[in-house]
Nanobody
Framework: QVQLRESGGGLVQPGGSLRLSCAAS????????MAWFRQAPGKEREFIAA????????YYADSVKGRFTISRDNAKNTVDLGMNSLKPEDTADYYC????????????????WGQGTQVTVSS
């Protein structure tokens, strides 16, 4: 089992920045690929970004490419999501996820999930 806990959500104005963090515990963190997803009210869950176990590969959804950055620190058991140029349509609950397989895209099905952190982009 891997336990995940997100933090860093909040209210930010359009064009602003926010950094989310996800802390993992329970198993060897470097054995897991990590990803971020989000779910807006009334919408389906959306894959945002993923990073491989050693951090050598990253992948982004088109909707966030160039604005969001996923990174990990295997010594600290954390994965972060840096978000810049935020838009109102980025408003959602954001979740980190872990899996032994590096998966990307809308069909990515990760095994372990955090509880989520809310991000609201509004003036």
């Amino acid at each position: 089992q891997v336990q995940l806990r997100e933090s860093g959500g909040g209210l930010v104005q359009p064009g602003g920045s926010l950094r989310l963090s996800c802390a993992a515990s329970g198993r060897t963190f470097s054995n897991y690929a990590m990803a971020w997803f989000r779910q807006a009210p009334g919408k389906e869950r959306e894959f945002i970004a993923a990073i491989s176990r050693a951090g050598l590969r990253t992948y982004y959804a088109d909707s966030v490419k160039g604005r969001f950055t996923i990174s990990r620190d295997n010594a600290k058991n954390t994965v972060d999501l840096g978000m810049n140029s935020l838009k109102p349509e980025d408003t959602a609950d954001y979740y980190c996820a872990a899996d032994s397989v590096f998966m990307t895209g809308p069909l990515a099905d990760y095994d372990y999930w955090g509880q989520g952190t809310q991000v609201t982009v509004s003036s």
